[in-house]
């Protein structure tokens, strides 16, 4: 058996052990102590809109369920029947003040309290029901987005996104007050861990070169269309690469987009540009390119640790499968109250990224997992921008900036993933009263 | 302000995509509505005809002649692989693909690059067609046909299987078959894919 090194030993400044990646045993205890001991994302609140919607889900690997009851509050619980463990609830969607377990028939309202079972009287009169409701998870939202974490001592939402908070608001503020709609995601699935992910999500140097093929489609119609500008010496440029505290990270794209109607000029052509294009003008005159522009991407990536992207308009989930296997749920984004040529817009702009982009993405983290199942080779190398004087800063609010290139995202995220992985927390859902 | 454009431009459908309105939204939902409708059938000879035109597109494909297989589709083409089985609303649903002329080039444009890394090495394809039923739509010179495939897949040494069912449109141009519309219905379309960048 090989020797395991210590967590320090493995998480060092500039580089880290492929075992953080490669590791089944680590992946178990992430699956517990990252996926349990901070507040990870479940659901937006448009998914579950009416009294009694809920919806499933998992937590690291526990199937669990969100529901908004009567009251419109929302709670979580494990998908987990007391009597003998099936899950209760077994559709992705719906409405229901109760469920039924199909195994032997116990019933929970949606409070996760025990309604009832079948035959009572085989049960004790004095039979202590009150371990036998559906263990909650403690909950939080911040603007739609819900949240959930096992560790009590946990610091409230708001806190623990920090910086990240003021950025989903400028993420959410560009529809002046106008809610966003979760619809549809599109699925996809790679061979490789889950991190592969999180650290390509602020990731300003692979662009050029990852993703050669999708710019190059930019450039098929003669002009240079979105993200070309990270093939023309991005370090040079006004981007910035950003750790935020806590495990999140950013990649600010916007200062490429300096005016009213950039990002709609850049965006690679969407079916339907030009007639929906000529329609909103025809309807909307002066105002037409501000209306544009929110049918693309706000230009941020913005990675809230462990498992939630906004990136483009989607709201991309991390999945975790198994150590060498993730899901990448792409939910799409639809505004209420927008002219429908741009809601179609979005859509068909969501469609991009999806199909010429992340493909390729998604081959080289295999690939990346591949090369990291080499036991000889232990290192991997995230140095860019180490040790450079005057490359980074730091502002008032903890938050270090740096070149659009630099990995400093990575060297940051992996002291709060050591963190949790260190602590020896009991994790815990309550049992409703 | 209204814009004007010249007619010859909103015919380039390769550069500009004047024809995906949202009328064109309304239209395609009441084709596809049609999908199970089992109107009038085509004639023997029109079902032989699509029948080896099917084949022939699902050879192009497993031979890699991309080019000659976007010769098939007409200037206002539409390619179609939704995420709702069966279709859904595409004007509130994300698909996996729903593609004009313009940006069906694209895609093929992007597997030429050489740079399309998820297609190095490329997909080795093989693809079977049965189960074809074609209708007339009323009075015009417009086929439904559906038909269900199975598609082998070698890619980087593993081998997998897709399968569903197509929905066509399809129209006769100067005496060579067109499509109009494709719709790629796989079995697991709202299931999560690996790698899903070969021609469907
Ligand atoms: S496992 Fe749920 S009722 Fe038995
Ligand atoms: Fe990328």
């Known amino acids: 058996m090989e020797q395991y090194l210590s967590l320090d030993e493995m998480v060092q400044p500039h580089r880290i052990h492929r075992k953080l990646y490669t590791e089944k045993e680590i992946f178990d205890q992430e699956m517990i102590k990252v996926f349990g001991g901070t507040w990870v994302y479940l659901a937006h609140e448009s998914e579950i809109p009416k009294p009694n919607d809920f919806k499933t889900g998992y937590m690291g690997k526990r199937p669990v369920i969100i529901v908004r009851d009567n009251n419109g509050s929302f709670s979580a619980m494990f998908n987990r029947c007391t009597h003998r463990g099936a899950t209760i609830c077994r559709e992705e969607k719906g409405n229901s003040k109760v469920f039924s377990c199909p195994y032997h028939g116990w019933t929970f309202k949606n409070t996760g309290e025990l309604a009832g079972f079948p035959w009572p009287s085989g049960y004790s009169k004095d039979m202590d029901r009150s371990d036998l409701n559906l263990s909650h998870i403690r909950v939080d939202s911040y603007r739609g987005f819900i949240f959930g974490t096992l560790n009590r001592e946990a610091p409230d939402l708001l806190t623990h996104l920090g910086p990240a908070a003021e950025l989903m608001d400028q993420w959410l503020d560009r529809y002046d007050g106008k809610n966003i709609i979760v619809r549809n995601p599109n699925r996809m699935v790679y061979n490789g861990n889950w991190k592969?992910?999180?650290?390509?999500?602020?990731?300003?140097?692979?662009?050029?070169?990852?993703?050669?093929?999708?710019?190059a489609v930019g450039q098929r119609l003669g002009e240079n269309k979105d993200m070309t500008y990270f093939a023309q010496n991005p370090d040079n440029s006004e981007m910035t690469i950003q750790y935020l505290g806590n495990g999140h990270t950013f990649v600010d794209q916007r200062p490429n987009y300096k005016n009213v109607g950039d990002k709609w000029k850049q965006q690679r052509p969407q079916p339907g540009r030009e007639i929906l294009e000529e329609a909103i003008r025809n309807k909307f005159g002066e105002q037409a390119d501000y209306l544009l522009d929110q049918a693309i991407g706000g230009q941020m990536n913005l990675c809230i640790f462990p498992n939630l992207l906004l990136i483009g308009n989607q709201i991309q989930?991390?999945?975790?499968?198994?150590?060498?296997?993730?899901?990448?749920?792409?939910?799409?984004?639809?505004?209420?109250?927008?002219p429908e040529e741009i809601n179609v817009l979005r859509l068909r702009s969501q469609e991009d990224f999806p199909s010429f982009g992340e493909p390729d993405d998604m081959t080289n983290f295999e690939e990346?997992?591949?090369?990291?199942?080499?036991?000889?080779?232990?290192?991997?190398?995230?140095?860019?921008?180490?040790?450079?004087?005057?490359?980074?800063t730091i502002d008032e609010k903890g938050v270090i900036k740096g070149p659009v290139t630099d990995e400093l995202p990575m060297r940051n995220y992996f002291q709060e993933w050591k963190r949790l992985m260190k602590t020896n927390l009991q994790l815990t859902a309550v049992s409703c009263n | 302000m209204k814009v004007m454009v010249e007619s010859h431009v909103r015919e380039e459908t390769s550069r500009y995509s004047y024809y995906m309105d949202l009328n064109y939204y309304i239209n395609l939902?009441?084709?596809?509505?049609?999908?199970?409708?089992?109107?009038?059938?085509?004639?023997?000879?029109?079902?032989?005809?699509?029948?080896?035109?099917?084949?022939?597109?699902?050879?192009?494909?497993?031979?890699?002649?991309?080019?000659?297989?976007?010769?098939?589709?007409?200037?206002?083409?539409?390619?179609?692989t939704p995420v709702t089985p069966g279709g859904g609303d595409p004007t509130k649903e994300i698909?996996?693909?729903?593609?004009?002329?313009?940006?069906?080039?694209?895609?093929?444009?992007?597997?030429?690059t050489g740079y399309a890394w998820s297609q190095i090495p490329a997909s080795r394809t093989i693809r079977s067609i049965s189960n074809v039923e074609v209708w007339k739509e009323n009075n015009s010179n417009l086929y439904r046909v559906r038909c269900n495939f199975m598609l082998n897949e070698l890619r980087a040494g593993k081998m997998k299987l897709l399968s569903g069912w197509y929905g066509f449109l399809l129209t006769k141009e100067n005496n060579d078959w067109k499509i109009l519309v494709k719709q790629n219905n796989l079995l697991d379309s709202d299931q999560a894919h690996e790698n899903l960048t070969l021609l469907l």
């Open chain 2, 29 to 80: 939902a009441q084709k596809i509505k049609a999908w199970g409708e089992e109107t009038i059938k085509a004639d023997r000879e029109t079902v032989f005809e699509i029948k080896q035109f099917l084949y022939r597109e699902a050879r192009l494909l497993d031979e890699g002649k991309m080019e000659d297989w976007l010769q098939l589709f007409t200037k206002d083409c539409l390619y179609w």
């Open chain 1, 368 to 392: 990346c997992h591949f090369g990291l199942t080499i036991p000889e080779v232990e290192w991997v190398n995230i140095g860019r921008g180490y040790r450079i004087d005057g490359r980074q």
């Open chain 2, 95 to 112: 698909t996996i693909s729903f593609d004009d002329r313009r940006r069906l080039e694209d895609r093929v444009y992007r597997l030429r």
């Open chain 1, 317 to 338: 989930v991390i999945q975790p499968v198994d150590v060498n296997r993730t899901e990448l749920i792409w939910y799409s984004t639809q505004i209420e109250g927008l």
């Open chain 1, 196 to 215: 592969l992910s999180y650290d390509n999500g602020a990731d300003g140097y692979h662009v050029a070169f990852s993703h050669r093929s999708l710019l």
